[in-house]
């Protein structure tokens, strides 16, 4: 079992940042990748930004590139998603996750894992 709690989300302006943290424990040797992932009001949960634990490769949606940045903390089994220049089409509840897969996979919620309980971002304007 993999643990993972989100923190950092809440309510700014368009045109403002927030970065939210995701802290991992539990088996996390079994996690090959992290990802983030939001779901708005009566949409489907949608896939954000990922990174490799080895080696950093990262991969982002086209809605948030140049906006927002994935990283991580591998001593400190932590994942960030530092956003930049929020519209309100990025309020959502957003999570993060773990996943054993690779490659294509790393963009799929179904082959993701473990979750976290989310975090509401909301962005007003």
């Known amino acids: 079992q993999v643990q993972l709690v989100e923190s950092g989300g809440g309510l700014v302006q368009a045109g403002g940042s927030l970065r939210l943290s995701c802290a991992a424990s539990?088996?996390?040797?079994?996690?090959?990748?992290m990802g983030w992932f939001r779901q708005a009001p009566g949409k489907e949960r949608e896939f954000v930004a990922a990174?490799?634990?080895?080696?950093?490769?990262?991969y982002s949606a086209n809605s948030v590139k140049g906006r927002f940045t994935i990283s991580r903390d591998s001593a400190q089994n932590s994942v960030y998603l530092q956003m930049n220049s929020l519209n309100p089409e990025d309020t959502a509840v957003y999570y993060c996750?773990?996943?054993?897969?690779?490659?294509?996979?790393?963009?799929?919620?179904?082959?993701?894992?473990?979750w976290g309980q989310g975090t509401q971002v909301t962005v007003s304007s």
């Open positions: 996750a773990s996943t054993r897969w690779s490659g294509s996979s790393l963009l799929k919620s179904a082959r993701y894992d473990y």
């Open positions: 539990g088996r996390t040797f079994s996690s090959f990748a």
């Open positions: 990174i490799v634990w080895s080696g950093g490769n990262t």
